[in-house]
Nanobody, 121 residues
Framework: QVQLVESGGDLVQAGGSLRLSCAAS????????MGWYRQAPGKQRELVAT???????NYANSVKGRFTISGDNAKSAVYLQMNSLKPEDTAVYYC???????????????WGQGTPVTVSS
């Protein structure tokens, strides 16, 4: 079973920065993507950013130019540097990984418990 543990969420003023970290409970193989989603109160969970083992990234339009995702394949970890934070970035941020089994090819996704980010105006 894969467990993902996030850290780094906090209360910060608008314009500030935070760095979120996510580490898997073991070294993972067959990673398709790792990434971050967020869910604000009363809203659906939405994509923030994803990264592939080769370094290809994908960002939500709302965070482009402000957030940077990075990964450490050796540690099966993923990070999210968040700059120029806005009140609308307030949400619980979830780490996720999509794995593909070597033999069956079956894909599975795993989620962390989430880390809260609050941006005050």
């Amino acid at each position: 079973q894969v467990q993902l543990v996030e850290s780094g969420g906090d209360l910060v003023q608008a314009g500030g920065s935070l760095r979120l970290s996510c580490a898997a409970s073991k070294i993972l193989t067959g990673i398709i993507t790792m990434g971050w989603y967020r869910q604000a109160p009363g809203k659906q969970r939405e994509l923030v950013a994803t990264i592939t083992p080769s370094g290809d990234t994908n960002y939500a339009n709302s965070v482009k130019g402000r957030f940077t995702i990075s990964g450490d394949n050796a540690k099966s970890a993923v990070y999210l540097q968040m700059n120029s934070l806005k009140p609308e970035d307030t949400a619980v941020y979830y780490c996720t990984v999509v794995l593909q089994a070597t033999i069956s090819g079956r894909r599975s996704d795993y989620w962390g418990q989430g880390t809260p980010v609050t941006v005050s105006s």
